[in-house]
């Protein structure tokens, strides 16, 4: 089926028109296949509806100038470089749905101001964050035991970083070019342990 700017196959987005600015995926529609919007660089806002369960491999990649972009509560996979180097994106939610942040989903969203993970992730990824260069802050929901490498390589004006009990291992250059970061933790915890070993000015939270 084809609608004036998608192509949906069995109910999954296959192939988006790479010079449409606005997109409206319909209804009935669970899956956006890998690659289905890769490069559509007109693209700037996508509204995804919540049947759709599963966001593919590299789905968005390269759509420089999307900056909105709601992921509905039902969605549970999000793919590798789903949305790797959408310079234009601000903001994101992730549902609570989502239990693993995968390598690279969000590198290089250099525009990218706040996100919010919640308690349900338990892994963050290889450079899943790296060169979110817009970011200051962030706060890893407790349930994450997994912090990847270079997670947050590259994320120049980050300050800080929370990081709760629930973290037992921070891969050794996940902060990596992150001159300025202060990592929040608790007393006693894996991240204090962390930061210390590996020089990173920390703050005990009360």
């Known amino acids: 089926m084809m609608n004036d700017y998608l192509t949906i196959v069995n109910e999954e987005v296959t192939?988006?028109?790479?010079?449409?600015?606005?997109?409206v995926i319909p209804d009935g529609v669970t899956v956006i296949r890998k690659y289905a919007f890769?490069?559509?660089?007109?693209?700037?806002s996508i509204t995804i509806p919540n049947g759709v369960t599963s966001i593919g491999v590299s789905a968005f990649e390269g759509c420089y100038n999307l900056k909105t972009v709601t992921i509905p509560d039902g969605v549970t996979s999000i793919g590798v470089?789903?949305?790797?180097?959408c310079k234009s994106l601000k903001n994101i939610t992730i549902p609570n749905s989502?239990?693993?942040?995968?390598?690279?989903?969000?590198?290089?969203?250099?525009?990218?101001?706040?996100?919010?993970?919640p308690n349900s992730v338990t892994f963050i990824g290889n450079y899943?964050?790296?060169?979110?260069?817009?970011?200051?802050?962030?706060i890893i929901p407790n349930g994450?035991?997994?912090?990847?490498?270079?997670?947050?390589?590259?994320?120049?004006?980050?300050?800080?970083?929370?990081?709760?009990?629930?973290?037992?291992?921070?891969?050794?250059?996940?902060?990596?070019g992150?001159?300025?970061?202060?990592?929040h933790c608790y007393?006693?915890?894996?991240?204090?342990?962390?930061?210390?070993?590996?020089?990173?000015?920390?703050?005990i939270i009360d």
Do not use: M
């Open 81 to 85: 470089r789903a949305f790797a180097y």
């Open 38 to 44: 890769r490069y559509c660089e007109s693209l700037k």
């Open 187 to 203: 007393k006693n915890s894996y991240a204090e342990e962390y930061a210390k070993e590996h020089y990173i000015p920390y703050k």
């Open 144 to 176: 994450v035991t997994f912090i990847g490498d270079r997670a947050f390589e590259g994320c120049f004006d980050i300050e800080t970083v929370t990081i709760p009990n629930s973290v037992t291992s921070i891969n050794i250059e996940a902060f990596y």
């Open 128 to 138: 899943a964050f790296a060169y979110c260069k817009s970011l200051k802050s962030i």
């Open 178 to 183: 992150c001159a300025n970061v202060v990592i």
């Open 15 to 23: 192939k988006c028109d790479p010079n449409v600015t606005n997109v």
């Open 98 to 117: 989502i239990k693993f942040i995968g390598d690279d989903t969000f590198n290089h969203c250099e525009s990218l101001e706040s996100i919010i993970i």
